[in-house]
DNA sequence: CACCGTTATATTCCTGCGTATATATCGATA
DNA sequence: TATCGATATATACGCAGGAATATAACGGTG
């Protein structure tokens, strides 16, 4: 079938991994939906484990990448912070440069597989 | 701490992983040693594990990446082919040239990160 | 000041991955 | 032809990661 190739960059630190696709997914989840419950069902995943990757980022970045209020009319919510956008912009940004610069190669290497 | 990056770069086929940073370390570590055996060991991963990888790697590609004997002076050995060896140098060079192109994003994302 | 939906957090349970282990087979060499 | 080390394969066990569940706290708004 379709071979489906896809950069994973991950930047690690002390051996927990700071940033990836998953923790960028995640974080854009939060912008379109503007709270860490949605975004979780967004992402097919337990609120907890949402909660933790949000919390671990926070923990790991200098300025946090999102932040969170509880109450409220609405029970409160999670915006992504500025800093948060960088991030993600960032992480992107690497991404299709990355993917761009060795398309060629992608090719050749798919070519090599199984129908 | 030195925050490290490390890019994965995974093709997919059906769900499935084809190709990763893992296997490509375990056929490096096969081209080194000769053997799985031996190879596993280097990868600290059991016999069964590193199997199973080459196994699916020999299933998935058009031709296969390494070539397995049973029996002989020394039980046997594994020699990867010249299909494997393409694959792994197809798949260093295009880490190696995201890298190169990301270096200056990849930076400035670690930057944003806590010491 | 009661309501509501969200954040924050703990506990329990389950499942899949990998290890450990055991066994059979192979075949060049001494 | 007996040996020896590697491949090939199955089974059972352990464990970490994630889901499911439960509960408390929060604070605008009506």
């Not at 990836?20 to 949605?38: C, F, H, N, Q």
Request: aromatic residues 4%; hydrophobic residues 45%.
């Amino acid at each position: 079938m379709k071979p489906r190739s896809q950069f994973r960059l991950r930047i690690t630190k002390d051996a927990e991994i700071a940033i990836g696709p998953g923790k960028v997914a995640l974080l854009e989840a939060i912008v379109s939906t503007g709270s860490i419950t949605a975004a979780a069902k967004v992402m097919g995943m337990s609120y907890r484990r949402a909660w933790l990757l949000v919390d671990s980022m926070n923990k790991m970045f200098k300025t946090p990448v999102v932040d969170a209020a509880t109450g409220g009319r609405h029970g409160g919510g999670t915006v992504v912070t500025a800093n948060g956008m960088q991030v993600i912009e960032c992480y992107r940004r690497i991404e299709a440069d990355a993917l761009k610069i060795s398309a060629r190669d992608i090719k050749t290497l798919s070519r090599l597989l199984r129908d």
